[in-house]
């Protein structure tokens, strides 16, 4: 008699309590609707009932076909096959862009070689670290350096574009 009343006791405890008729919200409180001109956005809402859960609808988005911008792959094609018709070293080219998705790809595979060492990234971040205080000091922290640094930049910039 003893373990029959504690099993339906057990048993009441375990049951939940639904609220028959009462609906609230379980993540943030009903806000009316705003105009955002010709376009809105869409936020759901779950609610909680003597049903279950419902999601609503607050705020509904559309997007307005005279501000996107598209881009006429036509056109686009054209201009490539005419840039790729006026070179005169395409191997020159082809080479080049092989070199450099060579190049990421061996980069890639040793920054996850180093990654996998355990103290070696801390150090990586600590030199550079201690190098970006060092740039900011020697360059950024007084007028005077700043101008330095603004002089070797276009002295750098003419180099490479070969008017120098």
Known sequence: MAISVAASSSMAVMVPRVPAVSTRCSAVPYLPPRSFGRSSFTVPLKLVSGN???KVELLKTR???EETSSIDTNELITDLKEKWDGLENKSTVLIYGGGAIVAVWLSSIVVGAINSVPLLPKVMELVGL????????????????????AEDIESLKKKIAGSE
Request: aromatic content about 24%.
């Open 130 to 149: 201690g190098y970006t205080g060092w740039f900011v000091y020697r360059y950024l922290l007084f007028k005077s350096s700043r101008k330095e640094l």
């Open 52 to 54: 279950g859960l419902q």
């Open 63 to 65: 997007a307005s076909s």
